[in-house]
């Protein structure tokens, strides 16, 4: 474990060491400053507009800071040689693989935590109507789908370029959180075999919608049961053990010398 977590903290001072992280962040906040200045004449609403901007700015940039942080951490060290002085100093590829993960998970949580408590501060200046409870719930399942989006990425990272993969996994980040939902809707209305074959796609891929509470959370709905929580927290650290199984077994094959 201490090799693992040596691996890690070196990763999350490597996303704040970088100019990403910071321009997203001013960014984020000028955008907040100038969307809490806005005034509607029904002003019940005006927090809403600016939770679904910063919620909508804080996901995106998170998820495209850990993206290409954790789909760069391979191949950048196999260009510099780094991946070689590891592996020789009895950390095994497993741990590599952990370390690895953790770090870039870890960072991307991080910077999240960051967005979404600028936001929260921004939106208690607008209404004091904000649940505590959904807004932990919120933070906490888009973790666990950043989780599943960094184990994929750092899968991927043992077979593919660093702009490949962030592209390839970033794509399917989006399109299954936006058309995952639609899918077994669509498989119904099919007929023949392309009906069982996009059930089984429905049935394999990872939801990453499941872990979207942005809709909860602005509107001021009840939070959902903890028991549902946690049971999403079991799917995506289950789904992100595959990835990162799959993962090792690619770094296994790789010839490093």
């Known amino acids: 474990m201490r090799n693992v977590a040596a ?3 070196v990763v999350v001072k490597e996303i704040f060491r970088k100019k990403d992280f910071y321009v997203a962040f001013v960014f ?25 901007i910063g919620l909508g700015l804080g996901m995106s940039f998170a998820a495209l800071l850990t993206a290409t942080l954790a789909a760069r ?6 260009q510099g040689r780094t991946c070689h002085v590891l592996l020789s100093k ?25 967005f979404f408590g600028v936001l929260l501060l921004f939106t208690l200046t607008k209404t004091h109507q904000v649940s505590f ?58 007929e023949g075999v392309l009906r069982p074959v996009l059930l089984a796609v429905n049935l394999l891929i990872p939801h990453f919608g499941f872990f979207d509470m942005r809709q909860r959370l602005i509107h001021g709905w009840d939070p959902i049961s903890w028991k549902l929580a946690a049971l999403l927290c079991v799917y995506a650290s289950a789904y992100s053990a595959v990835f990162l199984a799959i ?9 490093i010398s």
């Open 7 to 9: 691996i890690a903290g």
């Open 28 to 52: 984020t906040g000028i955008v907040l400053f100038y969307a809490a200045r806005l005034r509607f004449y029904d002003v019940g609403n005006t927090y809403r507009y600016l939770m679904d």
């Open 73 to 78: 951490q391979f191949p950048a060290e196999m």
């Open 90 to 114: 009895a950390v095994s590829r497993r741990e590599y693989v952990a370390g690895k993960f953790l770090g870039s998970f870890a960072a991307g949580a991080s910077c999240y935590l960051l």
């Open 133 to 190: 409870a959904a807004a932990a719930q919120a933070y906490v399942l888009f973790c666990m789908g950043l989780m599943l989006l960094t184990a994929l990425c750092t899968a991927l990272g043992f077979v593919m370029t660093p702009a490949a993969n962030a592209t390839v996994s970033l794509t399917l980040y989006l399109m299954i959180s936006l058309y995952g939902v639609t899918l077994r809707q669509a498989a119904e209305k099919q």
């Open 247 to 255: 993962g090792w077994l690619l770094f296994r094959k790789k010839n």
